[in-house]
């Protein structure tokens, strides 16, 4: 009787454990595909950043002016 019972109880932790590992997979292999399916329609909103061709009036300015020495005048402002 014990014996019947135990190869019972670990045939059913078995496939119970099976439906645990394979919904998880089924789940993460749901959201890979939504991310693959929604990625394109993303990249056709974000903004062209950096770009040269950009369609806004903005002027790309490169480099930034850095002085080649810092001044106390810059870092704490003009003293009196």
């Not at 009787?1 to 394979?22: C, D, H, N, P, W």
């Not at 919904?23 to 056709?44: L, S, V």
Request: hydrophobic letters at 45%.
């Amino acid at each position: 009787m014990r014996k019947s019972q135990a190869i019972l109880e670990v045939t059913l932790i078995f496939i119970v454990g099976l439906f645990l590992f394979f919904g998880i997979m089924g789940i993460f292999m749901w959201g890979d595909n939504q991310i693959a399916k929604r990625q394109p329609e993303y990249n056709k909103t974000r903004v062209v950043a950096g770009s040269l061709v950009a369609d806004d009036d903005k002027d790309i300015i490169w480099p930034v002016y850095e002085p080649e020495e810092l001044r106390e005048q810059d870092v704490f402002g003009v003293q009196k």
